[in-house]
């Protein structure tokens, strides 16, 4: 859709969100890879703990 007002022109696109409750599902999406990557980080941290050369169950 063209809006003209003077003489400035824009489009204006309606493709974005339409509803509060898709806003809501991308925000649960966004922390619920937070807490996928923490846990990924922390089971990271302990594998390299155990494996490390300075100690652990080796």
């Known amino acids: 859709m063209t809006v003209h007002i003077g003489e400035v022109v824009s489009e204006v696109s309606a493709n974005g969100r ?3 409750a898709e ?3 991308d925000e649960e999406s966004v922390w ?4 996928r990557i923490e ?3 922390e089971r990271l941290a302990r ?3 155990r494996t490390s050369t300075g100690g652990g169950d080796d």
């Open 18 to 20: 339409t509803s509060a």
């Open 39 to 41: 846990a990924l980080i």
């Open 23 to 25: 806003a809501a599902t």
């Open 32 to 35: 619920a890879e937070r807490a």
């Open 47 to 49: 594998d390299r703990c």
